[in-house]
């Protein structure tokens, strides 16, 4: 939060949402990142080429930015052992699946569409969120 610019979060939401809704006007599907990146493990004739495009594109991006001279947050991963960091990872992969999206599908797509499945999950996103840093800073700390 040291470098917090409110210009460039607004800009990067209205990214975010601007690709959604092409997303869905172009392509009549919802952007939820884990679903098209799940959609590449079991292909389907003729759905293989936008989804690696749509991932292509989530790493082409910051590699684009970099390359026209912006700079990218310095992002650390305070875990003891790469174990760590996979453990971490396979338990996002497992909440996702059990919620049956990701904060990109419920929180961005289907909270815009008032889901009330998306407006739950995001709900425990957000509060598990919150207990994760209260829990940690001050339960953990002290």
Known sequence: MENFT???ALAGGCLIGLSAVL???????I????GI???????VAGDW??????VLGLIGGPLAYMALGGQLPDIQFPVSSPAG????????????????????GHGVCGVSRLSPRSLVATGAFMFTGFAT?????HVMAG
């Open 6 to 8: 409110p210009f460039s």
């Open 23 to 29: 997303m869905m006007l172009l392509n009549g599907r």
């Open 31 to 34: 952007a939820g990142v884990s």
């Open 37 to 43: 990146a799940g959609g590449l493990l079991t292909p």
């Open 49 to 54: 080429g936008w989804r690696l495009a749509f």
């Open 85 to 104: 960091l996979i453990a971490a990872g396979l338990a996002v992969g497992f909440g996702t699946r059990l919620g049956g999206g990701c904060t990109s």
């Open 133 to 137: 840093v209260f829990v940690i800073r």
